[in-house]
């Protein structure tokens, strides 16, 4: 079992950067891949980025270049540093960690707004 909690999100004008962070507790020795995906009202939910323990990562083509992650496996968390944010990215961000290549967890979910 892992828990997942968020912090950071809230509301900013486009353009504005905003921080995310996720810390894990719990087996976090079988977390294998951290990161974090997005629901916009109306669809479904998406990857943005994730980063494995190695530091390896796969990014959205959406926000390459704007959104960087990066993971403390020491301090057991995940951030994604979200800049020239768009109304696009208007969305509940997850944090997201996959155990053991096949059980996947969630957090509960900040609210990112970015207003036009």
């Known amino acids: 079992q892992v828990q997942l909690v968020e912090s950071g999100g809230g509301l900013v004008q486009a353009g504005g950067s905003l921080g995310l962070s996720c810390a894990a507790s719990?087996?976090?020795?079988?977390?294998?891949?951290m990161g974090w995906y997005r629901q916009a009202p109306g669809k479904q939910r998406e990857l943005v980025a994730i980063i494995t323990s190695t530091g390896s990562t796969n990014v959205a083509d959406s926000v390459k270049g704007r959104f960087t992650i990066s993971r403390d496996n020491a301090k057991n968390t995940v951030s994604l540093q979200m800049n020239s944010l768009k109304p696009d990215d208007t969305a509940v961000y997850y944090c997201?960690?996959?155990?053991?290549?096949?059980?996947?967890?969630w957090g509960q979910g900040t609210q990112v707004t970015v207003s036009p």
């Open positions: 997201y960690a996959l155990l053991h290549v096949t059980s996947v967890y």
């Open positions: 719990g087996s976090i020795a079988a977390i294998n891949v």
